[in-house]
């Protein structure tokens, strides 16, 4: 699997690179098919009540599709990127069990 990592507006941390790697590597040990997986960490902006806004965006490319999701969370990017990385792997196991035939797909009208 592809994977580019992309930070905007906030400093780079090897830590959290070392993170995403690692949940990256996760969702590609649950479906290996996965060909890229780009993730973007971003400080949305800071609010004078909730303070910073971090913001992250998966694009996953499989086989047949992609996946996208965007998280937002205030004051710690650790938790956006976790949430993101959660909801991402809820989306590939749709995926897969529509693959599958575990889920019938609708009818497009």
Sequence with gaps: MQLQISFHGLAHS????????EKATRL???????SRC???VEL???????????SVRIDLK??????AVNK??????????RDAFDAARRK???????????VKRHAST
Excluded: C, S
């Design 14 to 21: 090897d830590a959290l690179q070392q993170a995403i790697r």
């Design 28 to 34: 590609e040990h649950f479906y290996e098919r996965i």
């Design 38 to 40: 780009r993730v973007v």
């Design 44 to 54: 949305a902006g800071a609010h004078k009540r909730q303070g910073k806004q971090y």
């Design 62 to 67: 499989l086989p047949g599709g992609e996946i």
């Design 72 to 81: 937002e969370h205030n004051e710690d990017v650790h938790v956006a990127v």
């Design 92 to 102: 590939l196991e749709d995926h897969v069990r529509v693959q599958r035939g575990d």
